[in-house]
């Protein structure tokens, strides 16, 4: 625990997602995420900002956003909780965040360890926030800190009694667009290693070269935005190329999804026409 909180940007792309999923609180019906404790997270300034009007972070782009996280989000979830109830007892939060699964499901799952990975900088606050939010932190919830361009994140974990010789569920969300293509194939080679039953949940960027011409141009603005902020988009992927590395490396199960089947699965119908626009992400739930 820091003794003095870390400044935070309420621009970068952690504070994004906690803001798309707060506002999904806030704005959407019906809500299909259920996450009361986004807006704590924020902290007090910001949190009051987004309660006070949502509707600032509501315009077309920012609802397309909030879509991704949201949809990326139940995606997480519901690998996650399928994998505990076959019996896996380790969960990882790799590139966690101001994300809240453990918080809110730690209690609920005595005999499962949550481990939650990122920076130092992101852990100090997000515990910071924690405590000023009056929250409790889980007994079975531990933050390890690692960073995924310089360190080995398995022997951080293995620091924190993770068992490599043990099934394990990983959500990474939000990550590998910061990664160079080497490092994310580095951080799935290292899970593909890990016992039979581990399981990963991630997203990546689909290739440009693939989108139309329009799902390019608004890829390029985005990429300015991110790379404005300090997080530059490094890597990108053409959906077959992945999915037969993926295979390669040892995983035995893949399952790709694009917007489209996200849209489908959780956002089909609705009346707000709360969807996923454009194809520049999917999203694979890997199985060892």
């Known amino acids: 625990m820091t003794t003095q909180t870390p400044k935070a940007n309420p621009n970068d792309s952690a504070h994004r997602v906690a803001i798309a999923r707060a506002v999904h609180q806030l704005l959407d019906e019906p809500r299909v995420l259920d996450d009361p404790l986004s807006l704590s997270l924020l902290g007090s300034e910001l949190s009051k900002a987004v309660s006070t009007d949502p509707f600032a972070y509501n315009d077309s782009s920012a609802r397309s956003m909030r879509a991704g996280i949201v949809a990326r989000s139940l995606l997480s979830e519901n690998t996650l909780n399928a994998a505990v109830a076959r019996g896996v007892s380790q969960v990882v939060s790799l590139g966690a965040g101001l994300d809240t699964y453990a918080l809110r499901y730690g209690a609920s799952l005595p005999q499962v360890n949550l481990y939650e990975v990122d920076q130092p900088e992101m852990l100090n606050l997000k ?3 924690v405590v000023q939010a009056g929250l409790t932190i889980p007994a079975r ?5 690692a960073d995924l361009t310089r360190q080995n994140w398995l022997e951080a974990l293995a620091g924190s009694g993770f068992d490599c ?6 959500s990474w969300m939000g990550v590998s667009p910061y990664l160079t293509p080497e490092q994310v194939c580095n951080v799935l080679a290292s899970v593909a290693g890990l016992a039979p039953g581990a399981v990963i949940v991630f997203d990546y960027r689909v290739a440009t070269n693939l989108l139309n011409p329009i799902e390019q141009s608004i890829v390029a603005v985005s990429e300015q935005i991110f790379a404005a902020m300090g997080e530059p988009w490094l890597s990108q992927f053409h959906p077959e190329t992945l999915v037969e590395e993926l295979h390669g490396m040892g995983f035995a199960q893949i399952d790709n999804n694009d917007a489209a089947d996200l849209n489908q699965r959780y956002f089909h119908r609705r009346k707000d026409g709360l969807q996923i626009a454009g194809s520049g992400f999917n999203y694979i739930v890997a199985l060892r």
Request: proline content about 7%.
């Open 165 to 170: 010789t043990q099934p394990v569920a990983i």
């Open 127 to 129: 515990q910071d926030r």
């Open 141 to 145: 919830v531990q933050f390890v800190a």
